[in-house]
C-alpha cells in the first residue's frame, strides 16, 4: 500500500470530478494489475488523502479496517473510490458491489459519506452511484 497527502487539494464533488480525478492517478499504473485507490475527503470535497493499494492480475485487497481507520484519524468527510479491471471490463463484479455495499454501512457510522467507487477498464468508467448500488 502506498500513501500519498494531497498537495494541490483537488475537489471531488461527484462523479465527473471523481473520474477526471482517477483517470490522472490510473496513468501511472501497470494496467495489467488491480489497483484501488481511495481518496479521502474533507467537508469541502477536497481531497486530503489518497492511497493507493496494488494487487494482481486478478483482484486487489479491499482493506476495509485500514480505509476506516484512516478516516476516522483525519476526520473524513467523505470517501471516493475507484479500481481498474485489467480484463477491460468496467462492470462491478459481485465482490465490488459486496465490498462497496459494506463500506457504505461502516462509514455511515463514522457520519462519513461515501460519494463513489468507480470502475475502470477497458477506457471506460462505470460509477457504482450511478448504478444505484450507493
Not at 473510490?81 to 463484479?93: E, I, K, V, Y
Not at 460519494?115 to 448500488?133: A, E, T, Y
Amino acid at each position: 500500500m502506498q500513501h500519498q497527502r494531497a498537495e494541490l487539494p483537488a475537489r471531488i464533488t461527484g462523479s465527473a470530478e471523481a473520474e477526471s480525478f482517477f483517470t490522472s492517478c490510473f496513468s501511472d499504473c501497470d494496467p495489467t494489475v488491480e489497483n484501488l485507490f481511495v481518496a479521502h475527503l474533507d467537508s469541502q470535497a477536497r481531497c486530503l488523502h489518497l492511497s493507493r493499494h496494488i494487487g494482481d492480475a486478478c483482484s486487489t485487497d479491499f482493506p476495509l479496517r485500514t480505509i476506516v481507520a484512516t478516516a476516522a484519524s483525519l476526520g473524513t468527510a467523505g470517501l471516493v473510490l475507484a479500481h481498474n479491471h485489467p480484463s477491460g471490463d468496467s462492470r462491478p463484479s459481485l465482490s465490488d458491489f459486496r465490498a462497496t455495499k459494506k463500506l457504505c454501512a461502516v462509514a455511515e457510522a463514522l457520519d462519513c459519506f461515501v460519494l463513489d467507487h468507480l470502475v475502470f477498464g477497458g477506457g471506460q468508467c462505470s460509477s457504482m452511484r450511478q448504478l444505484g448500488v450507493i
